[in-house]
C-alpha cells in the first residue's frame, strides 16, 4: 500500500483552488483534475466510483457487514483562494525544535515563536510548503486519509466492515461545497466529513452563518458648491459600519461569541458597498445581529431618504448541532476510537463552517473530525505526518465499532 505521506504528496502538487466570485460549480475547471485522478484511483482499486459535471467524486467500498449501517466520509479538494495553491513545493523535514527554513533565498522561516503549536510535535516529521504558498493540508490531507482506508479495504477485504460511501466535493472554500451533492444517492446514513485540524479534534458545533451587502447610494456634486447638496456615499457607509457594536467585530471575539465581519469594501461619492460576513452559534442572536443591521440601515434611510442605504442579507448555513444531537452515538464513537488509540479527544466549536453543517441539514448528519495539520490557508500551513497516520488510524477504527453493530441498533434511522 502506498505510503501516506507519498499519497498526500501527490494530492498536493495538482492545483485545486476555488474561486469566491464565480457562482457556477465548479469555480474553477482545474478542480477536475484532481477528481479525476481520485475517481480513477478507486476504480483501480476496484471500488465502483463516479465523478460528475459539478466535480464531485462519489464511490463506494462495499462491506462484509451487511447489516451494519451504511458511514459516509466526506472531504473537499479545493484549496483557500486567500493564498495560492499553484506550484506548491511541498517537502518533509525531520523536526528537532526551533525554527524551521522554509525558504533561504526568501528567508522565510515558520518558527513557533509565531507558531506555538510546533512545539508539540518535535523529534515528528512535518510537511512544509517553500514559504510562497499554501500547503493543501485543508483539506488535501483529508482526502488522501480517506483513500488510504480505501486502499486498506482494497487490500484487506476480509477485515469486517460496513460498506463505505465516499465523497469528495468542490468549492467548500467558497462556500458552495454541497450545493449540488446528491444525498440520496450517496447512500449513506450517517457519515463524517474530514475537514478539520489538529489532532483529536470533534467539532459538532458550527456558527450559524450569513453574507451582508450593503449598497450606499449618495449624490455627487463638485465640493465647492455642495452646501446641503452633497450626499457621501462613502462617508454614510463608514456611518453604517460605525452603528456595528465595536465588541463584535472578530478581534474582540472567541469561542462562542459571533461577529460582524467587515470583509471588503469599495465606493466613491455616489456609490459605495460593504460587504459582511455575520456568524453567531447561537439562533438568536444570531436574528438579532441581522435585526441590527436593518435597524441601522433604516436609521440611516430615515436620515438621509429612503433608499439611500440597501441590504442584502443572505443565509449561507446553520449550526449543526441542532442535527447532530439526535445522532450523538457519532460524537461518542468518534470519541471512543481517539481514546482506544490513545489520543485525547477535544471537542471544540468551529469557528467557521464545513461541507458536514449544510449536509447535516440535507439529511446526512456529519459532523467533522481532524485531519492533523495546523496554520491554514497560508504560507505557513504544515502537517505531522504522524498525525495523519493517526487520523487514518481514527477512522478506521470508527469503520470497526460501527461494524459491531446492526442499522436496526440506531434509533435515529428507523
Known amino acids: 500500500m502506498e505510503k501516506l505521506e507519498k499519497r498526500f504528496l501527490r494530492y498536493v502538487a495538482v492545483d485545486t483552488q476555488s474561486a469566491e466570485d464565480r457562482e457556477c460549480v465548479p469555480s474553477t475547471e482545474k478542480q477536475h483534475d484532481l477528481a479525476k485522478m481520485l475517481c480513477q484511483e478507486l476504480k483501480d482499486m476496484g471500488f465502483e466510483a463516479e465523478h460528475d459535471e459539478h466535480c464531485y467524486v462519489y464511490g463506494t467500498i462495499p462491506g462484509n457487514c451487511p447489516d451494519?449501517?451504511?458511514?459516509?466520509?466526506?472531504?473537499?479538494?479545493?484549496?483557500?483562494?486567500?493564498?495560492?495553491?499553484?506550484?506548491?513545493?511541498?517537502?518533509?523535514?525531520?523536526?528537532?525544535?526551533?525554527?524551521?527554513?522554509?525558504?533561504?533565498?526568501?528567508?522565510?522561516?515558520?518558527?513557533?515563536?509565531?507558531?506555538?503549536?510546533?512545539?508539540?510535535?518535535?523529534?515528528?516529521?512535518?510537511?512544509?510548503?517553500?514559504?510562497?504558498?499554501?500547503?493543501?493540508?485543508?483539506?488535501?490531507?483529508?482526502?488522501?486519509?480517506?483513500?488510504?482506508?480505501?486502499?486498506?479495504?482494497?487490500?484487506?477485504?476480509?477485515?469486517?466492515?460496513?460498506?463505505?460511501?465516499?465523497?469528495?466535493?468542490?468549492?467548500?472554500?467558497?462556500?458552495?461545497?454541497?450545493?449540488?451533492?446528491?444525498?440520496?444517492?450517496?447512500?449513506?446514513?450517517?457519515?463524517?466529513?474530514?475537514?478539520?485540524?489538529?489532532?483529536?479534534?470533534?467539532?459538532?458545533?458550527?456558527?450559524?452563518?450569513?453574507?451582508m451587502k450593503v449598497c450606499v447610494h449618495g449624490l455627487g456634486i463638485h465640493p465647492g458648491s455642495a452646501k446641503d447638496k452633497m450626499v457621501n456615499a462613502c462617508l454614510i457607509a463608514m456611518e453604517f459600519n460605525s452603528l456595528l457594536p465595536e465588541q463584535q467585530k472578530p478581534a474582540y471575539t472567541s469561542g462562542y461569541e459571533g461577529f460582524f465581519h467587515l470583509n471588503g469594501m469599495e465606493g466613491d461619492m455616489e456609490n459605495a458597498t460593504l460587504v459582511y460576513i455575520i456568524r453567531d452559534h447561537d439562533a438568536e442572536k444570531f436574528?438579532?445581529?441581522?435585526?441590527?443591521?436593518?435597524?441601522?440601515?433604516?436609521?440611516?434611510?430615515?436620515?438621509?431618504?429612503?433608499?439611500?442605504?440597501?441590504?442584502?442579507?443572505?443565509?449561507?448555513?446553520?449550526?449543526?448541532?441542532?442535527?447532530?444531537?439526535?445522532?450523538?452515538?457519532?460524537?461518542?464513537?468518534?470519541?471512543?476510537?481517539?481514546?482506544?488509540?490513545?489520543?485525547?479527544?477535544?471537542?471544540?466549536?468551529?469557528?467557521?463552517?464545513?461541507?458536514?453543517?449544510?449536509?447535516?441539514?440535507?439529511?446526512?448528519?456529519?459532523?467533522?473530525?481532524?485531519?492533523?495539520g495546523a496554520n491554514y490557508h497560508g504560507r505557513f500551513e504544515y502537517i505531522p505526518v504522524q498525525s495523519m497516520e493517526k487520523t487514518f488510524e481514527i477512522i478506521r477504527e470508527i469503520v470497526a465499532l460501527y461494524a459491531k453493530t446492526k442499522r436496526s441498533d440506531f434509533a435515529d434511522l428507523k
Do not use: W
Request: one cysteine or more; glycine letters at 12%.
Open 68 to 211: 451494519a449501517p451504511v458511514i459516509g466520509l466526506v472531504a473537499h479538494m479545493d484549496t483557500s483562494p486567500d493564498c495560492s495553491g499553484t506550484n506548491v513545493k511541498a517537502r518533509i523535514v525531520h523536526y528537532e525544535g526551533g525554527d524551521v527554513l522554509l525558504n533561504e533565498e526568501k528567508g522565510i522561516v515558520l518558527s513557533p515563536a509565531q507558531y506555538e503549536s510546533l512545539n508539540k510535535y518535535v523529534g515528528q516529521d512535518l510537511i512544509v510548503t517553500d514559504g510562497t504558498t499554501l500547503l493543501g493540508a485543508d483539506d488535501k490531507a483529508g482526502v488522501a486519509e480517506i483513500m488510504q482506508l480505501a486502499a486498506y479495504f482494497a487490500e484487506n477485504p476480509d477485515v469486517p466492515h460496513g460498506t463505505i460511501k465516499v465523497g469528495f466535493t468542490p468549492d467548500e472554500e467558497v462556500g458552495r461545497g454541497p450545493s449540488f451533492f446528491d444525498v440520496p444517492k450517496f447512500g449513506a446514513d450517517f457519515g463524517y466529513t474530514l475537514d478539520g485540524g489538529e489532532l483529536g479534534e470533534i467539532e459538532y458545533e458550527n456558527f450559524n452563518a450569513a453574507s
Open 287 to 372: 436574528e438579532a445581529k441581522q435585526k441590527l443591521a436593518r435597524a441601522a440601515a433604516d436609521f440611516l434611510n430615515a436620515k438621509y431618504g429612503e433608499g439611500t442605504v440597501v441590504l442584502d442579507i443572505r443565509e449561507s448555513y446553520r449550526n449543526m448541532a441542532e442535527q447532530i444531537r439526535q445522532h450523538f452515538h457519532l460524537i461518542e464513537n468518534a470519541r471512543t476510537a481517539m481514546e482506544s488509540l490513545g489520543i485525547t479527544p477535544v471537542t471544540m466549536p468551529i469557528r467557521g463552517g464545513t461541507d458536514g453543517a449544510t449536509l447535516s441539514f440535507m439529511g446526512l448528519p456529519c459532523p467533522n473530525l481532524c485531519t492533523g
